[in-house]
């Protein structure tokens, strides 16, 4: 068994590195260029690497054609941007350590991720802007409203300050009368939450070895129906609205895991 889980890390590894040779210098003339390419190549790259990992995706509902388009969800592991990025795509906020990572550091900031100082947060003006500039730009942003990853099994409490990147949309281009807000959950059955979950203290590098030894792991993404942030919303009230809808769409699908 050892020598299979050796040979399935080598293998792993081999393809990687294959996949993200041939397809990493496309999204870097494609970024440059500012081609409409430079979305949909890491949508296929993730595509890869979720065949790859085994990773099977379950999806109800679809992401909101509206723009700007926010998307709030809820944050489990590492393996939400590829199940996510998968899907449709997108543009993720990430804490600004990730962006010192090895490679994927250097993928993370091709994918035209918006990096956000740990300690400030969105509190930041110019990481705020930022966010506002890619949704007024036509991209749909991903924020993990929780601000950390979670073991799976619950939704943390939502912050507040984190939608206030909708507001600050409206302030940078008085056209936008309104920014969509799309609640989004992800779910792993009980079955895989304990190997895809990655959160707390653990390390990257042995989570991801367990997660390659698994061979297959199941999630399951749920949209919900988007809000409508205008200049009079209250910011804690939506907030509230998302975080309620988020822990819904989720639980709908543990009880469907448990009664299947």
């Known amino acids: 068994m050892a020598a299979f889980h050796m040979l399935r890390q ?17 999204q870097i003339v494609a970024v440059w260029a500012k081609r409409p390419a430079a979305r949909r190549i890491p949508m296929l790259y993730h595509r890869c690497l979720a065949r790859l990992i085994g990773l099977s995706v379950v999806v ?76 007024l730009a036509g991209h ?14 619950t939704v943390l409490p939502f912050r507040s300050a984190l939608v206030g990147a909708a507001a600050a949309a409206m302030s940078v281009d008085s056209g936008a009368a309104a920014v969509f807000i799309q609640p989004l959950a992800v779910s792993y059955p009980r079955s895989n939450r304990r190997v895809a979950a990655w959160y707390g203290d653990m390390a990257f590098l042995p989570h991801l070895l367990s997660v390659v030894r698994a061979g297959e792991i199941e999630a399951h993404v749920s949209w919900g129906a988007p809000l409508t942030f205008t200049p009079g919303s209250d910011r ?22 448990q009664a299947a």
């Open 60 to 135: 109800d509902g679809e992401p909101s054609h509206s723009r700007p388009l926010l998307i709030v969800s809820n944050h489990v592991s590492w393996l939400d941007i590829v199940v996510l990025s998968a899907c449709t795509p997108l543009i993720f906020v990430a804490k600004s350590e990730v962006a010192g990572w090895p490679l994927l550091g250097r993928l993370a900031k091709l994918q035209q991720t918006v990096f956000v100082d740990r300690d400030r947060k969105l509190k930041s003006r110019t990481a705020a802007e930022e966010i506002a500039g890619r949704m």
């Open 140 to 153: 749909a942003v991903v924020l993990f409203a929780e601000g950390t990853s979670s073991d799976g099994s």
């Open 10 to 26: 080598i293998w792993f590894a081999s393809v990687f590195a294959l996949i993200t040779g041939l397809l990493l210098p496309f």
């Open 236 to 257: 804690k009230e939506v907030t509230r609205r998302l975080e309620e809808s988020v822990r819904g769409l989720k639980a709908a699908h543990d009880v469907a895991g």
